[in-house]
């Protein structure tokens, strides 16, 4: 989605934008520009593509002053050309950059036009620019015309907005999209996440719903959505600064994958001990497990799919019910809440734009409690829910996810079990599940050692235009996330279903072109599995299997058989999904797609 860097300092900032919009590359985008404001007037470049090419027109024509606004671009309104690519103007004396949508822009496009304005894109984010500068013809202080327009808009925005003939501040303002303060020493700087702005500092200032700030070199002034100033804290950023280098890896997905034995450890640390899950993991308020009469799993994509296997967890070791919903639907229904019904969100980000509306519909409900399973400390499910258990992935910049769904399976579990301790799980059974918890990270580094098999069946794969996903209880969702991420990296259409439903209609689909992806681990399906597989050999369709020794399933005529770590059958959709993971990426290699960053996707979708 789009992202926004803005600096003032006493040096040039160009530099430090694009290295904050490089930084951000990782949302998704797919057009860039840079405002710089100096003591002749705001200038600015443009371009579509990659940040490469706004670096590109910078060194051909270099652009110097000490305030800038820059963006990254996810087109919504208006294709991505650089007409429509940001910043935006105001005739010359205002230019302004904006992450959201503004959804009552049509008519505010017809007034303003009414009222002489001249609109040069097809953006919604221009009736904001416009709609300040008019604002300041009553108004001339940019901070109150700020404040005046953004009362008019209806749905989400961050922004940034530099006004020729004033050296001394920026104003950025923010409403359901994410935006960062970063406090530096005589500089101050804003961002759409922290990770942006890591190469000038680590000191960062949250910033509530409708807040507007005014930055200027020694100065961070904030306001509430009622025009009253605010302190907020400073916090320091302790994520793992390296999480923006490669290392020795070719792409960060990679280097994501690799990653997880390592991050899954860091997410069970201090939440198991020996024989229990601690449920001190929840805060101070753990009293909602004992109150817990149902789940609502409310989550997008890849998330959605952790909270699919939540469900066969929590009410299998819990008998409680659970219900999954992907947050776009739920969020438009009405629904109907049992007592005592936890609301759990899940979310990498914690900036979904969907997944937050669904969260604050949620709060009026009456629900028992929210818990959100998030990646980021920071974010604003965090902040708005009551209870938070973080996943500790580390950043994840791959905007295919891998260690952040790992991550919230791990969670999951950690949750899943807790709730079952509660409703008769005995102390017996939840021992043995954490110690299967505990040697998790090494079967996880265990199933990575396929990495050069499967690089092989990738080259197999690579030619094929579809894909089918197979896979029985917790299988099933991981095979709904294998086909996603194949989908979304490779560009293959891909396709999954619960083993048993082939009958029911997809084996028509099934012959010598159409490669099969059974995921068999050796549990009580294995059977009804296997027959499923012969439904598909006798139609000639061509098998990759990925199953454990014992299920004593192997290569043969039509049949690739790829080795999975035989595991306690609660981590198995864990450790089935690492092959899968690697499937993707090399599938995606060979293709030469643009894997970190997959065409028309963003890492943080903060638009509806
Ligand atoms: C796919 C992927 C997405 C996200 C989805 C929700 O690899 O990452 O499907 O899971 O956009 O994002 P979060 O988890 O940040 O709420």
Partial sequence: MCGI????????????????????????????????????????????????????????????????IAHTRWATHGKPTEANAHPHFSGDDLALVHNGIIENHEPLRRELKAKGYEFKSETDTEVIVHLIHDAMKSQPDLLKAVQASLAKLEGAFAIGVVQKDDNERFIAARKGSPLVVGVGIEENFVASDQLALLHVTDQFIFLEEGDVVELSRDQVTIYDAKGEPQERPISVFNHNIDATDKGEYRHYMMKEIYEQPKVIAACLDGRISETKVLTSCFGADSGFLKEVENIHIVACGTSYHAGMVAKYWIEDLAGLPCTVEVASEYRYRKVAVPKNTLFLTLSQSGETADTLAALRMAKELGYLTTLAICNVPSSTLVRESALTLLTNAGAEIGVASTKAFTTQLTALLITSIAIAVENGLSAEKEKELVQAMRSLPAYVDLALKEDAHIKNVADRFANKHNALFLGRGTMFPIALEGSLKLKEISYIHAEAYPAGELKHGPLALVDENMPIIALVPHNDMLDKLKSNLQEVAARGGELYVFADKDTDLHSEENIIFTEVPKVDSILEPIVHTIPLQLLSYHVAVVKGTDVDQPRNLAKSVTVE
């Fill in 5 to 68: 860097v803005g600096v003032i300092a006493c040096r040039n900032v160009s530099k430090i934008l694009i290295e904050g919009l490089s930084r951000l590359e990782y949302r998704g985008y797919d057009s860039s520009g840079i405002a710089i404001n100096n003591e002749d007037g705001v200038y600015s470049h443009r371009a579509v593509g990659k940040v490469q090419a706004l670096k590109d027109k910078f060194e051909a024509y270099p652009l110097d002053g000490k305030i800038g």
